[in-house]
């Protein structure tokens, strides 16, 4: 996020894709909130918005708020810098169980890091403010670049992305140096009998040169970070210096220890190539260039999931806080402009329990949800799979027409994968004798073609 104040952002706004075959039209949802700047969910109908000033609060299935704050925690968050503040919020995978929750925020009165944890009370839409255990600190040398999101990996996990301690430049090196948490993607186990733990297939967990706690490093300022809810890869946006802003991927098998370059490299581009030595940079998927674009400080977003946009499937929806620019970018690299919303300000995304996505306007207060629009002439070829019968129960048949292979996955309401193939052609059988009933979702794609069937197993 930028240190930088804009006009209010206008509801929506769409710009016509080359590549992606949709553009993306911004719907208001809620309003009210100050200086939003994440949103997250635990799997219910609501959705939880955090603003800097150190307060959650509850929207929701409506749109409407509810008039007690889920958590209020002013008097803990240093937010008088333009990126200080409650900036993270994440619960724990056992939620419903546990109703524990984990936030990132900067203390009073020093600007550290914090990474705690609370519970709900007895009122499960009230968290106990008292209720606070600290599970790390991270002191900061600068009021800038905090990083400030959490994300439970599907391993689990907890992730923490750290910005590189602020300033410009990097004046410390601190995302190559290995004894430093700035600058890193970090990995903990918070299910244990500690604060925290080392889990112990952590990539630096028995190297005495590098803080086990490290699952990758070379950030600038990791804004947004998430993990596609289908692949489990992970997909980071890091916002550059002046130059470029970059888009990191790492695929669901990787074993960590990767370096994305700074300060080495500002995205593709070499930053401050003095004392590095390394061999084996992981550059960006994709990198903005600040000179063909009026792009500055990029917002992570999420790989669509969600059931209501077919063609938009598997794509990561991300922005640009500065220019307001909204992107589609697949796994081969290929970003497409879809919107741009006027007056910039794209404080994070987030997306609900069906994985349909929304968007935080950071001045004006806004949450918007995010609707797709099909701009593919393949809208009027016929079906390429259809079922025998939307109602099954042991096996489900498909059948592919007029193209020799399709890439088909069938997902629950919950977005759980139960099959998936790459090349489906002819007559499809699929085993789902071991699945619960219930609504579920059949997508297909053969080159620019997309579909989504809904079906029920009885």
Request: net charge negative; aromatic share 12%; hydrophobic share 35%.
């Amino acid at each position: 996020m930028l240190s930088r104040i804009f006009a209010p952002l206008v509801l929506f706004g769409c710009f016509f894709s080359l590549d992606a075959q949709f553009e993306v039209e911004l719907l208001p949802f809620a309003d009210g909130f100050n200086l939003p700047v994440d949103i997250q969910n635990h799997g219910s109908d609501d959705l939880y918005i955090v603003e800097k000033r150190g307060m959650i609060k509850i929207v929701n299935a409506a749109g409407e708020v509810n008039d007690v704050d889920f958590l209020d925690i002013r008097d803990k968050v240093r937010s008088s810098g333009n990126e200080q503040g409650l900036l993270g919020l994440e619960f724990h995978p056992d939620y419903s169980e546990n109703g524990r929750f984990f936030v990132n925020y900067t203390r009073r009165p020093d600007g550290a890091t914090v990474i705690s944890s609370f519970h709900v009370g007895d009122d499960p839409v009230i968290a106990d403010p008292n209720s606070e255990e600290v599970i790390m600190i991270i002191d900061q040398t600068f009021s800038n670049h905090n990083g400030g999101d959490l994300a439970f990996g599907p391993d689990g996990y907890l992730y923490i992305g750290t910005g590189d301690g602020g300033s410009g430049g990097d004046p410390n090196d601190a995302g190559q140096n290995r004894q430093d948490l700035l600058g890193k993607m970090l990995r903990i186990d918070v299910d244990c009998d500690q604060s925290y733990c080392i889990p112990e297939d952590n990539p630096f967990a028995d190297d005495d040169f590098t803080l086990d706690e490290i699952w990758a490093l070379g950030l600038r300022n990791p804004w947004r970070y998430s993990f596609d809810r289908q692949t489990g890869d992970l997909w980071i946006g890091d916002v550059g210096q002046n130059a470029r802003e970059e888009i990191d991927f790492q695929p669901a098998d990787s074993e960590g220890g990767e370096n994305y370059g700074w300060r080495c490299y500002e995205g593709d581009l070499a930053f401050n190539l003095g004392g590095c030595n390394e061999a084996d940079y992981v550059f960006p998927i994709y990198d903005i260039d600040h000179a063909s674009t009026d792009d500055c400080s990029v917002t992570g977003g999420y790989v669509y999931r969600g059931s209501q946009y077919a063609f938009m499937d598997g794509y990561y929806i991300y922005g640009d806080f500065c220019s307001g620019n909204i992107y589609a970018l697949d796994r081969d690299g290929n970003n497409t402009q879809v919107a741009k919303t006027f007056g910039g300000e794209i404080g994070s995304f987030g997306e609900d329990k069906n994985g349909e996505l929304y968007l935080a306007a950071f001045s004006s207060g806004e949450i918007l949800k995010i609707q797709a629009i099909s701009t593919s002439t393949s809208d009027i070829y016929p079906a390429r799979v259809e079922l025998t019968s939307t109602i099954f129960s042991d096996q489900l048949f498909l059948q592919v027409q007029d193209v020799s292979e399709v890439a088909i996955s069938i997902s629950n309401v919950n977005g759980v994968e139960q099959y998936s193939t790459e090349s489906a052609s002819g007559n499809v059988s699929v085993n789902s004798s071991s699945w619960s009933k219930g609504i579920y979702f059949v997508r297909w794609r053969a080159a620019s073609q997309s579909g989504l069937i809904k079906c029920v197993k009885q």
